[in-house]
């Protein structure tokens, strides 16, 4: 919490109240001008473009601050994406789950083809290391991409690809809640 307060030490309103109104637009569909009403309701007076600069400033924080206490993920991961709709733009979410069902990491891009899958990969292996086995479904971009991280391995260290659509059940019924927050 030190990075936080450290963030927004030169501010006028009480860290508390920020990281709730960050907490508040972030956990619930509230737009900043709800958010600016329900903190008026309870006496503090704060404009909605205050309250965006605050989500701005504060979220790559509470970003980097989750990372290190995130639990290790598991070495065996099921990856897929979904197509949702984004503010009113459709969009793919790359997601990617252990064993557990603990989700690793998540990347949201406009487009489905083996960079964005090769990004989501790189992007996952920097955070939480390499996986010995990735079950996918027969996506060609995903194939593709693990064809390239695998490209300069040993057999040996390689990362072992399944490609099976009831393997991946962990993750496609995960699926189901997502498309019902993101409308």
């Known amino acids: 919490m030190s990075l936080i307060r450290n963030a927004f030490s030169r501010l ?35 404009d909605h473009s205050t309250l965006h600069r605050w989500v701005i400033r504060l979220v790559p924080l509470l970003d980097k601050v989750f990372r290190q206490h995130k639990r290790t993920a598991g070495r065996r991961w099921r990856m897929d994406e979904t197509y949702i709709k984004v503010k009113g733009q459709w969009k793919y979410l790359y997601r990617a789950v252990d064993t557990a069902g603990q989700t690793i990491d998540f990347l949201l891009t406009a487009k489905r083809d083996s960079a964005a899958a090769l990004r989501f990969f790189r992007k996952a292996i920097r955070h939480h290391g390499e996986p010995e086995v990735v079950t996918i479904d027969k996506s060609g971009a995903n194939t593709a991409a693990l064809a390239t991280l695998n490209a300069d391995k040993p057999d040996e260290e390689a990362i072992t690809v399944r490609q099976s659509k009831y393997l991946n059940n962990l993750i496609e019924q995960d699926h189901r809640n997502i498309g019902d927050a993101s409308n």
């Open 12 to 46: 006028h309103y009480p860290v508390d109240i920020m990281a709730q109104c960050v907490r508040w637009y972030l956990a619930y569909a509230l737009s900043l001008r709800n958010l600016e009403e329900m903190m008026a309701e309870r006496g503090i007076v704060v």
